[in-house]
């Protein structure tokens, strides 16, 4: 069974640092791209970035780009977000998720992990 | 990168068809066949109902389906039932090489 385990949310003040990991199994991660998503409360879904198999490529939302960083240890069946510079409307659940399909490998994602919570308040 | 469109509520009765729109531009969901949809329920993950435009993963029932048209793509779900209310979102690869989600619809059985 493919399994998607989000970590390291919390509760943060604006301009600090966290990093949120994925620990995969259930399939060969270093075969796929992954990426994560996020929804703010009260909010849609939120492409946040993604990362190709061997973590040569990388893509971000403009939101993002320049604060996060993606990557993966392939070794660990792990991906990263590390989230710097944040903001109080970074505030939502990131869920990461399996990607697939188009030249990238992450035209659609299946499945999702449950998420977790990052909270940037002062 | 603007969100694509999709109406904020859709409802419909047991038994019914419903379809949800998700308008974008030629720069994503007219310029690709890379339209996918989630159904997400409260505290439970997102789940791919379709992808590639059109097409069903396994397991999807087969009352989901999807098509496009121009800049706008929707999703019709047919045979309406209770556990069908959740919020969908589409979703569309960009010129930009980046993705973008729409801004959801909550659809409600009655």
């Known amino acids: 069974e493919v399994q998607l385990v989000e970590s390291g949310g919390g509760l943060v003040q604006p301009g600090d640092s966290l990093r949120l990991s994925c620990t995969a199994s259930?399939?060969?991660?270093?075969?796929?791209?992954m990426g994560w998503v996020r929804r703010a409360p009260g909010r849609g879904l939120e492409w946040v970035s993604g990362?190709?198999?061997?973590?040569?490529?990388?893509y971000y939302a403009d939101s993002v780009k320049g604060r996060f960083t993606i990557s993966r240890d392939n070794s660990k069946n792990t991906l990263y977000l590390q989230m710097n510079s944040l903001r109080v409307e970074d505030t939502a659940a990131y869920h990461c998720?399996?990607?697939?399909?188009?030249?990238?490998?992450?035209?659609?994602?299946?499945?999702w992990g449950q998420g977790t919570l990052v909270t940037v308040s002062s | 990168q603007s969100a694509l469109t999709q109406p904020a509520s859709v409802s419909g009765s047991p038994g019914q068809s419903i379809t949800i729109s998700c308008s974008g531009t030629?720069?994503?969901?007219?310029?690709?066949?890379?339209v996918s949809w989630y159904q997400h329920h409260p505290d439970k993950a997102p789940k791919l109902m379709i992808y590639?435009?059109?097409m069903r993963p396994s397991g999807v029932s087969n009352r989901f389906s999807g098509s496009k048209s121009g800049n706008t793509a929707s999703l019709t779900i047919s045979g309406l039932q209770a556990e069908d209310e959740a919020d969908y979102y589409c979703?569309?690869?960009?010129?930009?090489?980046?993705?973008?989600f729409g801004g959801g619809t909550k659809l409600t059985v009655l």
């Open positions: 998720a399996k990607g697939d399909g188009g030249r990238r490998g992450l035209d659609w994602f299946d499945p």
């Open positions: 259930g399939f060969t991660f270093s075969g796929v791209a």
């Open positions: 990362i190709s198999t061997t973590g040569t490529n990388t």
């Open positions: 030629s720069s994503d969901v007219g310029g690709y066949n890379y």
């Open positions: 590639d435009v059109n």
């Open positions: 979703s569309s690869f960009t010129s930009r090489i980046t993705w973008v």
